[in-house]
């Protein structure tokens, strides 16, 4: 049997390939034109009897190939590829994504369609980092049919995939795993978030009311086991509150909490999650008063932040409550506010590497302020009975409710004028 040919064996060679580039750079190949014949088009052509010119280069057949500087070290591979059994026995052959690239560039230019499917094969099955897929994105798309299996992960999914991936994820991102689990769920949170949100690109999935009736039975569930533990705990001997089980279950629960109401916000169905917590309040706070621990003022913070964003809903009417709630949660939440900032201002005072009881002073102020939204929409004679109350306590400086005073004074003040006139207005009419 004859030795398999080499390619730059100028003892058998019978053609030479001269790649060329604009800046000068010129290099001769020596290759077998049966070998570049049987694996390219292009070769093919210029070595068949129909081309008009052949050229004659150190006594051989000669075709010239012009091709960027960028691209040439991609030519000889090619070149070099043509020798080598392609069959997809050897993975190695492409030297990472980039090579690939450019090999399959060069391989679509000279018509190789050997070269061109183990390229697409080998780009299709392996990772990419986030440079080589941009990079696969600006090239790609304009290259054909056939290497449009490389895109088959950019895809966009269709709308029932996206739904049951949106849906499975939502239930394990309200479910209560294992500790061990903590960093998966977080994660399957943000996404959860990021699916709905509407930045640069459109949100993933438009929530119809099916997606809505799911998430509030998530919402229902997960109330379901925190007020189990609520229970609990207002069952057992006081001290039982402390033990270090129970804490964490309660922070995790507080914290799914404040991560339900910001995907709750972007859904429009807050109201769902206001209602369970106005029906839960009264346990909560229980429970807080009846411990004074370190521990428990950290949890008191976590509570405070699911408090400001309930609040919020009500306050500035996202959520709509007869006045009988929304003076409820004035009156059980303004007095656990007006204690718990000062526990909080003292340890972080007092340990200022404690990490755990930071919180954002825009926080307090905006609690405040709704707080005062929320007193002003309440008939004078309950603004009056609040307003009475914080002028007599020792906490008068937070919550402030100067605001909520001055137009209090100002309203009942003129009230008698103001109706007398709208009064004399209906007797006109």
């Not at 049987?38 to 210029?46: G, T, V």
């Not at 009975?385 to 906490?395: D, H, M, P």
Request: proline share 4%; net charge negative; aromatic share 8%.
């Amino acid at each position: 049997m004859d030795a398999p040919s080499k390619i730059g064996d100028r003892s058998t060679s019978d053609v030479v390939v001269r790649l060329r580039t604009l800046e000068g750079r010129d290099e001769w190949i020596y290759c077998h034109s049966d070998i570049l014949v049987e694996k390219s088009k292009y070769f093919a052509d210029r070595l068949s009897d129909n081309w008009p010119t052949c050229q004659i280069l150190d006594s051989r057949n000669c075709v010239e190939v012009y091709c960027q500087e960028l691209d040439f070290d991609h030519h000889v591979n090619v070149l070099r590829l043509f020798y080598v059994v392609i069959d997809g026995s050897v993975d190695d052959l492409w030297n990472g994504v980039k090579n690939a690239l450019g090999i399959l560039q060069v391989g679509i230019q000279l018509g190789c369609p050997q070269i061109v499917t183990a390229c697409v094969n080998y780009l299709e099955a392996v990772p990419w980092e986030e440079s080589e897929e941009e990079e696969i994105l600006r090239i790609i798309p304009g290259m054909g049919s056939e290497v449009e299996p490389i895109l088959a992960r950019l895809q966009p999914v269709n709308l029932s995939a996206i739904r049951g991936i949106f849906i499975s994820t939502l239930r394990f991102a309200m479910s209560s795993p294992p500790s061990l689990m903590n960093d998966l769920k977080s994660s399957a949170q943000e996404q959860l978030e990021y699916m709905v949100t509407e930045d640069d690109d459109s949100p993933l999935l438009i929530a119809d009311d099916d997606i809505k009736s799911e998430v509030k039975d998530c919402v229902g569930r997960l109330f379901s086991r925190f007020n189990n533990l609520l229970e609990v705990y207002l069952c057992e001997p006081a001290e039982s509150v402390d033990e270090a089980g129970k804490m964490t279950l309660f922070k995790s629960y507080l914290a799914d909490f404040s991560w339900a109401c910001q995907l709750l916000s972007k859904l429009e169905i807050m109201r769902v999650f206001v209602n369970s917590w106005v029906d839960a309040s009264d346990k909560v706070v229980a429970i807080m008063q009846s411990s004074p621990t370190v521990e428990m003022i950290g949890i008191k913070l976590k509570v405070v932040e699911v408090v400001a964003k309930v609040l919020e809903s009500i306050g500035y009417g996202t959520v709509i409550l007869p006045t009988t709630k929304r003076l409820h949660m004035v009156k059980i939440w303004l007095p656990f506010v007006r204690i718990t900032k000062p526990l909080i201002d003292s340890v972080m005072t007092s340990d200022d590497d404690s990490l755990e009881f930071k919180i954002d002073c825009e926080l307090w102020q905006s609690l405040e302020s709704t707080f005062v939204s929320i007193l002003l929409a309440l008939p004078s004679v309950n603004q009056a009975e609040i307003l009475t109350e914080w002028l007599e306590n020792e906490y008068i400086r937070y919550p402030d409710l100067t605001e909520a005073f001055e137009v209090w004074c100002y309203r009942s003040k003129v009230a008698n004028r103001r109706l007398a006139l709208i009064e004399g207005g209906h007797c006109a009419l």
